[in-house]
């Protein structure tokens, strides 16, 4: 869970920059459907962007693509 990463970043002291979901509905898409119907995959990749920074749907990714920085200062 983003929450959980988020948490164990801070407590080793990173300041948590930003998060994305990635591959929220891919995974569920079959490739069928992607790669049969016109512009699906188009439209696929602009519901995982619309998708992608929402605390909502990051639980549910794949995966989790996170920047954090660590200030030694």
């Known amino acids: 869970m983003p929450e959980e990463l988020h948490e164990q970043l801070a407590a080793a002291g990173f300041t948590v920059l ?3 979901g990635l591959r929220t509905f891919a995974d569920l898409v079959p ?3 992607v790669d049969t119907e016109p512009g699906a995959r188009e439209r696929l990749y602009a519901l995982e962007r619309l998708v992608r920074t929402s605390s909502e749907f990051s639980g549910i ?3 989790l ?3 954090a ?3 030694l200062i």
């Open 31 to 33: 490739s069928a459907v």
């Open 65 to 67: 693509h996170t920047i």
């Open 69 to 71: 920085r660590l200030d």
């Open 18 to 20: 930003a998060h994305a």
């Open 61 to 63: 990714s794949a995966g």
